[in-house]
């Protein structure tokens, strides 16, 4: 994955982490937990009726110089540059959201990164409910702590995986995936069913997801929710353009969203 516009010093910039980077599983979590912190899972663009760019130079230049965020194609195809440029070896997979009431199709990317003869399960773009930390994929079967967050994975069967949360007291599933690699345009037809379709539900609300250290601040719609340390307030927003700054670090984009 490449951009002939990435640069790691600007992308470490964007996303404030301190020090030198190296390609080990320290640097790998705190760089996964830097750009979570400060790059919005987001869906600005599709809202205002945008077929969401795949263009790795264009992932560049809206995340880190306008600066914007992204849902899962871009922040993790900008976590894999920065990977690629660590000299860490990874893959794109693909994953089957699994808490619809009927099967979906993958449509959800995330990466496996591989060190030191681990394989570890990465992902930058799953909303609400994302992990926080790289999970082992030896790590099966065991409840896995994340700050305040806490996860399993689970085999469905010899090659399929399951990544489960829980929440008030009971496992959800979040989505399943094998660790078949998948290419950069693999993900083109399903981007554009989350820019386009009716039933896409990126299409349908705006969602917007920052992950703090002690939580997340989700913004669905006009209900603004944040999370602190297990602990959930609610508020209906009335003022968008500050919630955007205020919360998110965003502005809207110039389109009128839809």
């Not at 795949?54 to 809206?62: G, H, Q």
């Not at 079967?141 to 007291?169: P, R």
Request: aromatic share 10%; net charge negative.
């Amino acid at each position: 994955m490449q951009a002939n516009n990435f640069n790691l010093t600007d992308y470490l910039k964007r996303i404030g982490y301190q020090g030198q980077a190296h390609a080990d599983l320290a640097s790998l979590t705190q760089i996964m937990r830097c750009q979570l912190f400060t790059v919005p899972f987001e869906n600005l663009d599709v809202q205002a009726g945008k077929v969401v760019s795949l263009v790795p130079e264009d992932i560049v230049n809206k995340i880190i110089h306008q600066p914007r965020g992204g849902y899962c194609y871009e922040v993790n195809g900008l976590f894999a540059m920065a990977l690629q440029a660590l000299g860490i070896d990874y893959h794109f997979i693909a994953a089957r959201p699994m808490f619809y009431p009927v099967k979906r199709p993958k449509t959800h990317m995330a990466v496996i990164a591989h060190i030191a003869g681990e394989d570890y399960l990465c992902d930058l773009g799953f909303g609400s409910y994302g992990i926080r930390a790289p999970i082992a994929l030896s790590q099966t079967g065991i409840k896995i702590q994340q700050d305040f967050d806490v996860f399993m994975l689970d085999k469905i069967d010899e090659k399929t995986y399951l990544l489960k949360a829980e929440l008030e007291g009971e496992w959800a599933n979040q989505y399943a995936f094998d660790l078949y690699p998948q290419e950069w345009i693999d993900f083109s037809p399903a981007n554009f069913m989350n820019s386009t379709h009716p039933d896409a539900i990126f299409v349908q609300k705006l969602l917007i997801v920052l992950h703090t250290p002690s939580g997340r601040k989700i913004l669905l719609g006009d209900a603004l929710k944040t999370v602190n340390k297990g602990i959930t307030s609610k508020e209906t927003i009335t003022q968008f353009e500050s919630t955007l700054s205020q919360h998110f670090g965003l502005i809207r984009p110039s389109e009128s969203l839809t």
